[in-house]
C-alpha cells in the first residue's frame, strides 16, 4: 500500500481529482478513478471532469471508516 503523501487535512485543495484522491488514500491512481464512479461517492461532475469537493470527501471517509479521520 502507498503512503498518503499529505499529512494534514488542512493541506488538502478545496477539491480533489481522481490522481489526489488516489493520493490522500494511497491507492493507486486506477483505484482512486474507479473510486470516484461509484454511486455513493460525492462527485462534483464540472463538463467532463470530476472532482470531490473536501468536505464532501472527508465526510465520505469517515462515514466508511467509523469516523477515522482527524482534522
Same mark, same amino acid.
Given at each position: 500500500?502507498?503512503?498518503?503523501?499529505?499529512?494534514?487535512?488542512?493541506?488538502?485543495?478545496?477539491f480533489l481529482?481522481?490522481?489526489?484522491?488516489? &493520493?490522500?488514500?494511497g491507492v493507486?491512481?486506477?483505484? +482512486?478513478?474507479?473510486?470516484?464512479?461509484?454511486?455513493?461517492?460525492?462527485?462534483?461532475?464540472? +463538463?467532463?471532469?470530476?472532482?470531490?469537493?473536501?468536505? &464532501?470527501?472527508?465526510?465520505?471517509?469517515?462515514?466508511h471508516t467509523?469516523?477515522?479521520?482527524?482534522?
Amino acid at each position: 500500500m502507498k503512503e498518503s503523501v499529505y499529512k494534514s487535512y488542512d493541506e488538502l485543495p478545496l477539491f480533489l481529482n481522481s490522481e489526489l484522491v488516489a &493520493k490522500v488514500l494511497g491507492v493507486s491512481p486506477s483505484s +482512486g478513478y474507479e473510486l470516484m464512479h461509484q454511486p455513493d461517492f460525492p462527485v462534483l461532475r464540472v +463538463g467532463n471532469r470530476m472532482v470531490v469537493p473536501k468536505e &464532501k470527501f472527508m465526510q465520505w471517509v469517515e462515514e466508511h471508516t467509523g469516523g477515522g479521520v482527524h482534522k
